[in-house]
């Protein structure tokens, strides 16, 4: 399936070779949205979506930073990892670290004045709830920002790391594991266990911490993504909004939940 400015186009191989199909797309259509899949598409039983770049449009611990001053610094921290160029763990460690004595208020300030949903997201989330699909927002960010963010898109789960704070103020450190590639998989496939033999998986995602996501994923949808994310998932947005994730599933724009 291919979305070119909102009109879908289907393509079908003359055998079962996605990455030869793939590869040809990407030589003849470099500016569109598509998906490759072995059969036509179906609603998910599962969506389960980065937050970060994904859903959101900026990188939290990046603004967060920047009431610290040290947004430069950390931002590019981000950007290494995102590219798959540093562990992910040690680099958020690293990043949190750098934000030890931080007042808390900061996070309702960035919250309040510089997270904004990315364009389509809350269409996406609630026209997939509507018709039925498990909706989980999992981030290697934070419960801090990731809570209010799933409240105002309307997922129904959220799986996130903690900042510590102790006296109002960040510590530096986190509480409990770290969400990294590993848990965004596993909490896929541990969905996947409870529901029905033969049901289909949505994942959403931007950086090379999504790409064991993405590839276990029935559709996984690169957004917008970095190269390596791009390059594993089969599906990709490179010019549209998130509705064009709907549009690549068939599904039409009367079922779409607009409020």
Known sequence: MLDFCG???????????????????DAHFEETDGLVCESEPQVPALFISDMDSTMIGQECIDELADFAGLKDRIADITERAMQGELDFEQALRERVGL????????????????????????????TLKKLGCRTVLVTGGFHH???????????????????????????????????????????????????????????????????????????????????????????WI???????VLRLLGIPEKDWVRD
């Not at 919250?111 to 389509?120: F, K, S, T």
């Not at 409240?151 to 530096?172: P, Q």
């Not at 490179?238 to 064009?244: A, H």
Request: glycine fraction near 12%; hydrophobic fraction near 40%.
């Open 7 to 25: 009109q879908t186009m289907q393509i079908e191989s003359p055998d079962s070779d996605a990455s030869a199909m793939r590869a040809s797309l």
């Open 99 to 126: 934000l030890e004595g931080l007042s808390i208020e900061a996070i309702d300030q960035c919250l309040a004045g510089r997270i904004q949903p990315m364009p389509g997201s809350k269409v996406l989330v609630q």
């Open 145 to 235: 920002f990731a809570d209010p963010v799933a409240e105002w898109l309307g997922f129904e789960e959220v799986v996130g790391n903690r900042l510590e704070v102790a006296d109002r103020k960040l510590t530096g450190g986190l509480v409990g594991g770290i969400v990294d590639s590993s848990v965004k998989k596993g909490t896929l496939q541990s969905i996947m266990a409870e529901l029905a033999e033969g049901a289909t998986s949505l994942a959403t995602g931007d950086g090379a911490n999504d790409i064991p996501m993405l590839e276990a994923a029935t559709y996984g949808i690169a957004y917008h993504a970095k190269p390596k994310a791009r390059a594993a998932a089969n599906g």
């Open 238 to 244: 490179n010019r549209g909004d998130l509705t064009s």
